[in-house]
């Protein structure tokens, strides 16, 4: 079974200041893995995904996420956090053994941005 | 090119009570879903669809029922509605199955129920 864990659920930075958002996945096998962003009352988009090509994701707006096997980690940064960052980020993961070829989500971290 | 939208945006229900979501999507995607998002739960998979005329069970199915008897459109139906079903519903579709397909979100439906 797959699942999912973002670390941390609240998330405060400094307009500037560099932007980690963590997650932890699990997999029976090579899943993929994606990092989605809903700001309020907004659907979600789409910001990066890994396939099993590069483990250095490079997303919109100046996001990345680093895939690690070894660390069961796919985190998610960006050098400068901007006021339009601030929403909420889900870690999302998909493998082959899901029956149903659906998504599993994790409990998503809102990120909030200080002037 | 409107991509994935909802109907409505936002209903309020009392118990007992019936209604359709309606999700629309202009892409030809074949697969189609339905989620709803809780606070603290991320999203959680309802019922999903691999085309027109097939519907299948996610990991929430209970107390919902779907259709899919165009391509480009896929109802989700509460017969009976519950407290417990107060939640935001996200549709999405995909164009292909597979684990590294994009899925495309609408903007959601808030539903309360009294």
């Known amino acids: 079974a797959q699942s999912v864990t973002q670390l941390d659920s609240h998330v405060s930075v400094s307009e500037g200041t560099p932007v980690l958002l963590r997650c932890n996945y699990s997999?029976?096998?090579?899943?993929?893995l994606f990092w989605y962003v809903q700001h309020p009352n907004k659907g979600l988009q789409l910001l990066l995904k890994?396939?099993?090509?590069?483990?250095l994701v490079k997303g919109i707006n100046g996001f990345e996420a680093e895939f690690k096997k070894s660390e069961t980690s796919f985190h998610l940064t960006k050098p400068s956090a901007h006021m339009s960052d601030a929403a909420e980020y889900f870690c999302?993961?998909?493998?082959?053994?899901?029956?149903?070829?659906?998504?599993?989500f994790g409990s998503g971290t809102r990120l909030q941005v200080q002037p | 090119n409107a991509g994935v939208t909802q109907t409505p945006k936002f209903r309020v229900l009392k118990t007992g009570q019936s209604m359709t979501l309606l999700c629309a999507q202009d892409?030809?995607?074949?697969?189609m879903y339905w989620y709803r998002q809780d606070p603290g739960m991320g999203l959680r998979l309802i019922h999903y669809s691999v085309g027109e005329g097939t519907t299948a069970k996610g990991e929430v199915p209970d107390g919902y029922n779907v259709s899919r008897l165009k391509k480009q459109n896929f109802l989700l139906g509460l017969e009976s509605a519950a407290p417990s079903q107060t939640s935001v519903y996200f549709c999405a579709s995909s164009p292909r199955l597979g684990k590294g397909e994009t899925q495309y979100f609408g903007p959601g439906t808030r539903l309360l129920v009294l």
């Open positions: 997999s029976s096998y090579s899943p993929s």
């Open positions: 892409m030809n995607h074949e697969y």
């Open positions: 999302v993961v998909s493998d082959s053994t899901a029956g149903r070829r659906a998504l599993t």
């Open positions: 890994y396939t099993s090509a590069a483990t």
